[in-house]
């Protein structure tokens, strides 16, 4: 089995084998479930959390927003963490876009469905037919483990109890660390995520709750002025 | 999460594609520097996120369970572990230490 479908290109570029449309609906699978829990476990009534989960489709800015108003946050600068932590998915589609088909429609539908792991595998493609093509099949093998996911755990989250002891606190960092580990496998990645988390350490205990994560784009900045890669390549 | 969180996000979330993808994307495409700051704010912003839930219980640093559990799913993260395998881990030791600890 592969995890990995943007790595190994084998005859020119990667296309989704079997085992890898399974590899991903089975991780959009638990990271439902686990984000449904999660929301579940905090308090929010179950059907509220399957239709936040359902629309909003974006575990990241869900658990940001969550972290924030955990840590007696207000409602406001939880929701600015969230929209900070999805500026990506503005990234992404920036990068898909220009690779598409011409056709508005087409592009705008393809652009409002940019996550990490289609966009990866859409932008290797040689023409945009197979841009196109790839970047549909990898969103349905998504698709098909999201929708399901948060169904089953958001029936999980209202039977399972004492979520503490079962040790799920560790499993929403956790599953976000996965989430942004191929960006820490770059160089500029880490250093931008190291300076983040240390900012947000330090000011925790000084600022307002909500403001550490806010201020942890101060990160960024010292990423890009320790940087000795060439700017001007890609960004994608 | 409040009723009113939800909407904001969800036009957040999906509205940002459509800004960045068609309005900012070609201005700030011509911006190499800004767009490679761009890209780092995840990295920057989870990790923040990252650190609060690991190591904050309200404004307050506390080192319990949930960093062993943390740092197991680190570890998994960078030997390209499937996802399942590495939050299952994380839970798991920390439902452990919890259990021998506590």
């Known amino acids: 089995m592969s995890g990995e479908p943007t790595a190994a290109p084998q005859a020119g570029a990667p296309r989704l084998s079997i085992a890898d449309f399974a590899t991903m609906a089975i991780t959009f699978f638990s990271l439902a479930v686990t984000l449904q829990v999660v929301l579940i476990d905090i308090g929010t009534p179950p059907l509220r959390a399957f239709i936040a989960s359902s629309v909003i489709f974006s575990a990241t800015s869900q658990f940001a927003y969550l972290a924030v108003r955990e840590a007696g946050g207000g409602e406001w600068a939880a929701i600015i963490a969230g929209t900070i932590v999805a500026t990506r998915f503005g990234i992404l589609a920036v990068s898909l876009i220009p690779r598409l088909p011409a056709g508005g429609f087409r592009r705008v539908l393809a652009a409002v469905n940019a996550f990490d792991p289609n966009v990866a595998i859409a932008v290797q493609q040689a023409t945009p037919e197979h841009v196109e093509r790839e970047f549909w099949r990898t969103t349905g093998g998504m698709m098909i483990g999201w929708f399901p996911g948060v169904a089953v755990g958001t029936f999980l989250g209202d039977v399972l109890g004492d979520t503490s002891r079962l040790g799920l606190d560790a499993l929403f960092p956790a599953a976000l660390l996965a989430i942004i580990g191929n960006l820490l496998r770059t160089r500029d990645g880490r250093t931008a995520g190291m300076a983040g988390g240390l900012a947000c350490l330090v000011l925790l205990p000084i600022v307002p709750a909500g403001l550490p994560i806010i201020l942890s784009l101060s990160g960024v900045a010292v990423a890009v002025a320790l940087s000795t890669e060439q700017v001007g390549g890609r960004t994608s | ?102």
């Open chain 2, 1 to 102: 999460m409040t009723v009113f969180s939800i909407v904001a996000l969800t036009i957040a979330v999906w509205g940002q594609r459509l800004i960045g993808g068609f309005a900012i994307g070609p201005w700030l495409e011509r911006r190499p520097t800004l767009s490679k700051a761009a890209s780092l704010i995840p990295a920057a912003v989870v990790m923040a996120v990252i650190v609060q839930l690991t190591v904050a219980r309200g404004r307050s640093l506390v080192v319990d369970e949930r960093l062993a559990g943390v740092v197991v799913a680190g570890v998994l993260v960078w030997r390209r572990a499937p996802f399942l395998a590495v939050v299952l881990s994380a839970a798991a030791t920390t439902a452990l230490i919890r259990a021998v600890a506590g």
